[in-house]
């Protein structure tokens, strides 16, 4: 059994050292021949080649960012009614806070705070009148998990594929036309909350700077400072 070990071992040095004598030459020279080893071919680099831009060094930073986003999406979560009509929505925002530890040069995790109101008066059919017959308002808390795809660049400019992922809490208020509260039926509202978006950071300094973006779920544009740790 040994011997079939011993046998394949010799077989594999002697095919190695046959591969390594057929790459040298044997030329001639003064005194005899002599063994030459096969120079590699270098493929010259053109002259008018330029090196591709080195990106910075990268330093994880902890990001603070507050924004403003338009139009608040929460408008399509206001009741219907068959026999009344809505007026024009109010809004605010949402306003956003964020922290973020962008830990690679590509990736960037955090937790995103919204906050964001809308409201809008209601008529019935046989009301002429500018006085509401009711108002409905919904406010809404939104925690969410932020995850962000950075693209590197070597400038001031660094766009970013967002998305978000969390938790609504709301409070639902209906009113008569002098602010008493109504005893009406709730809405059925969304638990949960997210936000896709695309977007870009532009520096204005090395620890400031600005940031837009668009996308859907609770904004379609958003906007707003960020700063860096």
Known sequence: MRS?????ALVTMLLTTAYAEAQTIIVP???GYYRQRPRRMVKPRPQNMRQQPQLPK????VNLSFGYGFPNLDKDYLPEY???YSGSVNQTGP?????????SRNMSIGATVMYGKVSAPYYYGSN???IPDFNAKLESWAFMLNLKSYIPTTGKVSPYFRGSIGVNTWDQTYTDAGGRKLNMPEVDLPDLAYQVGVGAEFKLSKNAGFFAEAGYGKYILHGGLMFKF
């Open 4 to 8: 079939k070990y011993l046998f394949a």
């Open 29 to 31: 020279g003064r005194g």
């Open 58 to 61: 990268f330093e994880p930073t």
């Open 82 to 84: 068959y026999n009344a």
């Open 95 to 103: 306003v956003t806070g964020s922290i973020d530890y962008h830990f």
């Open 128 to 130: 002429n009148t500018f």
